[in-house]
């Protein structure tokens, strides 16, 4: 029988994670594992798509999966693993490479910002990223993925993708899956640009707050982030013709679980020093857990590695009766 509530996600093993990765996707990930079947990946081969250092990868891999069970994922319940130690993503990416359409890869936007001018020289990965992802996705016949914002077009192809090959190959082997998108602050920004999006790769530390940040790099963090001039916004309308007050109010609305147009009340005409004294102590309160438990975790590299190749062998029995699908529905010998 076909799932109906499964979901899969997906975090890059390319560094530490930020406050962007813990409101748009870790936080809700804690919260729906209540209700649906989670297979939660750390998508190691997305992270090769631009240079990794070997010598760092495993443990950047090790820590992600920290970062989801000290953010309250429980690694009993859901199964937790790293992506390349189960093949057969690639193997149904490689297929989905001949559904996709050169066209629908050359509207994405992450691709064009990410490769920017140097078009040419970034990796053949970069570009076919969202055939990697919608394989992750489509190899559990996942019906529901929660991500942040950013990742609502590769969602989208996502579908085009089980749709089109639903139609090639004449089955409805594959779900149309659901983006889940929600929360105060699907898109967090840069805290030195309110237009730009919070992310680990802006060459500014003071752009974002990192889960392993200590209580004093945040407080000072959130002391330089960018403001305007005038007090805080009137009213939400405002709010939003001012992007660096507007993300700082939507971080505090989401963390505090109360809607933006709340807080913007609460904190109308007030001033920035008093509104961002009290963010950033509520960011040390959230974080600060988080990073100790995060600490603690990485001491344990036995008891991560253990909870990985639990993840994996289950991931990989699901994926097993998946590709077999798939090879009898295209045409291949069995494997
Ligand atoms: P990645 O590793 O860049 O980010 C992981 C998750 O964090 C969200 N996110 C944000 N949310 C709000 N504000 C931000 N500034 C912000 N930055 C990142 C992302 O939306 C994501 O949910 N392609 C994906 C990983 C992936 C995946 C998948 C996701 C691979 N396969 C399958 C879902 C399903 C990525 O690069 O996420």
């Given amino acids: 029988?076909?799932?109906?509530?499964?979901?899969l996600s997906g975090v890059q093993p390319s560094g530490d994670l930020h406050l962007g990765n813990y409101l748009g996707a870790l936080k809700n990930f804690v919260s729906l594992?209540?209700?649906?079947?989670c297979f939660f990946c750390v998508v190691d081969l997305h992270a090769i798509?631009?240079?990794?250092?070997?010598?760092?990868?495993?443990?950047?891999?090790?820590?992600?999966?920290?970062?989801f069970i000290a953010a309250g994922i429980d690694p009993k319940k859901n199964i937790l693993f790293a992506q390349s130690q189960v093949p057969q993503h690639a193997q149904l990416a490689w297929i989905f490479n001949c559904v996709t359409r050169m066209g629908w890869l050359n509207r994405m936007t992450q691709f064009k910002d990410k490769a920017g001018k140097d078009k040419e020289n970034v990796s053949v990965g970069l570009f076919s990223y969202p055939t990697l992802m919608a394989a992750d996705i489509l190899i559990y016949l996942a019906t529901h993925v929660p991500v942040g914002e950013d990742q609502k077009q590769h969602l989208e192809l996502t579908r085009d993708i089980a749709q089109k090959f639903n139609n090639d190959f004449e089955t409805n082997l594959f779900p149309i899956p659901k983006p889940l998108i929600f929360g105060e602050a699907t898109r967090v920004m840069?805290?030195?640009?309110?237009?730009?999006?919070?992310?680990?790769?802006?060459a500014s530390h003071y752009s974002r707050i990192m889960l392993n940040d200590?209580?004093?790099?945040?407080?000072?963090?959130?002391?330089?982030?960018?403001?305007?001039?005038?007090?805080?916004?009137?009213?939400l309308t405002e709010a939003k013709q001012r992007p660096e007050a507007f993300n700082l109010l939507s971080i505090l609305a989401a963390l505090k679980d109360q809607s933006t147009s709340e807080v913007v009340q609460l904190y109308a005409g007030k001033e920035f020093s008093i509104f961002k004294?009290?963010?950033?102590?509520?960011?040390?309160?959230?974080i600060e857990p988080i990073e100790k438990e995060i600490k603690k975790l990485l001491n344990d590299q036995a008891y991560l590695d253990?909870?990985?190749?639990?993840?994996?062998?289950?991931?990989?029995?699901?994926a097993?009766?998946?590709i077999e699908k798939v090879y009898s529905v295209i045409g291949f010998l069995k494997a």
């Fill in 1 to 7: 029988m076909k799932p109906s509530n499964r979901i």
């Fill in 33 to 37: 594992q209540k209700e649906y079947e």
């Fill in 49 to 67: 798509t631009v240079w990794q250092d070997p010598k760092q990868l495993a443990n950047q891999t090790r820590e992600v999966t920290a970062a």
């Fill in 190 to 202: 840069s805290l030195r640009d309110g237009t730009t999006k919070m992310s680990k790769s802006d």
């Fill in 214 to 235: 200590s209580p004093d790099q945040i407080v000072q963090k959130i002391k330089k982030a960018k403001t305007d001039p005038f007090p805080l916004p009137a009213n």
């Fill in 277 to 286: 004294k009290e963010l950033a102590d509520l960011i040390v309160d959230k």
């Fill in 306 to 318: 253990s909870i990985m190749t639990d993840g994996k062998n289950k991931a990989m029995a699901e």
């Fill in 320 to 322: 097993d009766s998946v």
